[in-house]
């Protein structure tokens, strides 16, 4: 029923930032919460962070809290990831999905039940 669908991935240069939006379409979007996911070439898709959907509180993974930032729009339907001071390994595509209950950590891939297809990020010079 709910389709989710990534947008704002393109080539940046290191030090830059880049915004990414997830818009949820469909007849009904009430998840629990929605969360970031990427993966690299070679690698297992990591968590980057989540958001819940009623009252917005976020968590970002450690490693990257200081550089990046979820919020949304339920207005919207729609989810975003704020990074900045990118670097060359945070090259990846970047996934967004959805949870529908709190069944356990935002981190873990296995709780989400819809996801998109991924918008590439690339950070070169």
């Known amino acids: 029923q709910v389709q989710l669908a990534e947008s704002g991935g393109g080539l940046v240069r290191p030090g830059g930032s880049l915004r990414l939006s997830c818009l949820a379409s469909?007849?009904?979007?009430?998840?629990?919460?929605m969360g970031w996911f990427r993966q690299a070439p070679g690698k297992e898709r990591e968590f980057v962070g989540g958001i819940t959907w009623s009252g917005g509180a976020t968590w970002i993974e450690d490693s990257l809290k200081d550089r990046f930032t979820i919020s949304r729009d339920s207005a919207k339907n729609t989810m975003y990831l704020q990074m900045n001071s990118l670097k060359v390994e945070d090259t990846a595509v970047y996934y967004c999905?959805?949870?529908?209950?709190?069944?356990?950590?935002?981190?873990?891939?296995?709780?989400?039940?819809?996801w998109g297809p991924g918008t590439q990020v690339t950070v070169s010079s």
């Open positions: 469909g007849q009904s979007f009430s998840p629990y919460g």
């Open positions: 999905a959805s949870r529908p209950s709190r069944t356990s950590y935002f981190g873990v891939p296995d709780v989400y039940d819809t």
